[in-house]
């Protein structure tokens, strides 16, 4: 079983839909990331969470530390959303990143 | 003030070549990561440096890949004798310290193939 598991791995959303995508982990953890990749470009770091909530523009991320569990949501998705993206986890005694495999989002006009 | 800086951003090695990847980090870090990506995987850890100090090579192979960070210029990842196998994006990332309040930063990846 991965350490990071994320769902769903595939997600398609029509212009405007409110999206959920989870993430699941089972070691301990001193910060979250939420990443995003384009299809043959970079990684943009979205969020970074230690706790609670945070919000930019409309992306929303929140954590549960005592549930091991992380949603990032996407209010009135847009085409220029669809994108991979990417949970990922600094292990409470190493300082690398754990990562899920993604959850790939097609938003559709 | 310029993020993090692979180049090349794409590398054609023929197989048997060495590959080497750079990486300079943002201004101001001195902790560089590397990270590999397969194709239609996700990404992994590779290693972990601080300025002429390996501090975790857990997930480098242990053959033919070596990474370094030297006192000046850019970290390099080396991999000698490249094999198909080895066809992947690398990314790069770079941090200020380690405490958790200071996220890692990525660079745009080096996408290497082997002929």
């Known amino acids: 079983k991965n350490e990071v598991e994320q769902s769903p791995q595939n997600l398609t959303a029509q212009e405007g839909e409110f999206i959920t995508i989870n993430c699941s982990y089972s070691?301990?953890?001193?910060?979250l990331h939420w990443l995003q990749q384009h299809p043959g470009g970079g990684i943009v770091s979205l969020f970074m969470?230690?706790?609670g909530k945070k919000k930019h523009g409309r992306l929303i991320a929140t954590i549960n530390i005592q549930e091991k569990h992380s949603s990032l949501h996407i209010t009135a998705s847009h085409p220029r959303d669809s994108a991979v993206y990417i949970c990922a986890v600094e292990s409470y005694n190493t300082d690398k990143l754990i990562f899920g495999t993604g959850t790939r989002l097609q938003v559709f006009p | 003030n310029a993020g993090v800086m692979q180049n090349p951003r794409h590398l054609v090695r023929r197989r048997g070549q060495e590959a080497r990847l750079r990486c300079s980090p943002m201004k101001g870090h001195s902790h560089v990561y590397w990270y590999r990506q397969l194709p239609e995987e996700g990404l992994k850890f590779m290693v972990y440096l601080q300025k002429e100090n390996i501090i975790d090579e857990s997930g480098m192979p242990k053959e033919r890949f070596s990474a370094e960070f030297p006192k000046e210029g850019p970290s390099i990842l080396r991999i000698q004798q490249v094999v198909r196998g080895d066809s992947a994006a690398y990314f790069c990332?770079?941090?200020?310290?380690?405490?958790?309040?200071?996220?890692?930063?990525f660079g745009d990846g080096t996408r290497l193939s082997i002929l």
């Open positions: 070691v301990g953890i001193s910060a």
């Open positions: 969470l230690s706790s």
């Open positions: 990332a770079s941090s200020r310290t380690v405490n958790s309040n200071q996220p890692q930063h």
